[in-house]
T-cell receptor
């Protein structure tokens, strides 16, 4: 069953603006990761946040995690046209023998207009 | 992106054909994965291999047959596929299948079944 659910499904902004994407999940997690996918390509790992962390930064990326609300957000500051891609959250909920397997959401399609 | 390579990048096959997808990782990882990505659906985990042993088969139809001869190579053998099997097939690897591992993806094979 689907674990992560991103919203919005699509987001269109101007270059220089900030982009915020949200992810909600259903069961308890150990970690939550964000990935990026350029059109028709493989996914690229962006950042991992552990269940005991509330916020993490990496360059222009800021990720927050609220385990009480079972939600996470990814903020991209000062967006660039090159940030245009789909962004996915993935959780590694523990399912007995499937420990560590990632469950992905449907993704948010971000379009940054120059 | 050269850490995980996939061939071919594009494949068109008829329902009676037999073909194979190949994945190779140059990262020294011990775990490898096959995912299916269809339009407007979450990324679906198909198979997981850890130290060449299959640890996960996510109820995948038998017309998909994985093979992992060593920790660096992963194949997906295809036979008598259906048009609904058309999708982007992504291979990934990680150091292990433990919690908190980020996965490294190949560029994918775009498969079209006629």
């Amino acid at each position: 069953s689907q674990q992560g659910e991103e919203d919005p499904q699509a987001l269109s902004i101007q270059e220089g603006e900030n982009a915020t994407m949200n992810c909600s999940y259903k069961t308890s997690i150990n970690n939550l990761q964000w990935y990026r996918q350029n059109s028709g390509r493989g996914l690229v790992h962006l950042i991992l946040i552990r269940s005991n962390e509330r916020e993490k930064h990496s360059g222009r990326l800021r990720v927050t995690l609220d385990t009480s609300k079972k939600s996470s957000s990814l903020l991209i500051t000062a967006s660039r046209a090159a940030d245009t891609a789909s962004y996915f959250c993935a959780t590694d909920a523990y399912y007995g023998g499937s420990q560590g397997n990632l469950i992905f959401g449907k993704g948010t399609k971000l379009s940054v207009k120059p | 992106e050269t850490g995980v390579t996939q061939t071919p990048r594009h494949l068109v096959m008829g329902m009676t054909n037999k073909k194979s997808l190949k994945c190779e990782q140059h990262l020294g990882h011990n775990a490898m994965y096959w995912y299916k990505q269809s339009a407007k659906k979450p990324l679906e985990l198909m198979f997981v291999y850890n130290f060449k042993e299959q640890t996960e088969n996510n109820s995948v139809p038998s017309r998909f047959s994985p093979e992992c001869p060593n920790s660096s190579h992963l194949f997906l053998h295809l036979h008598t596929l259906q048009p609904e099997d058309s999708a982007l097939y992504l291979c990934a690897s990680s150091q292990s299948t433990g919690q908190g591992e980020s996965q490294y993806f190949g560029p994918g094979t775009r498969l079209l079944v006629l």
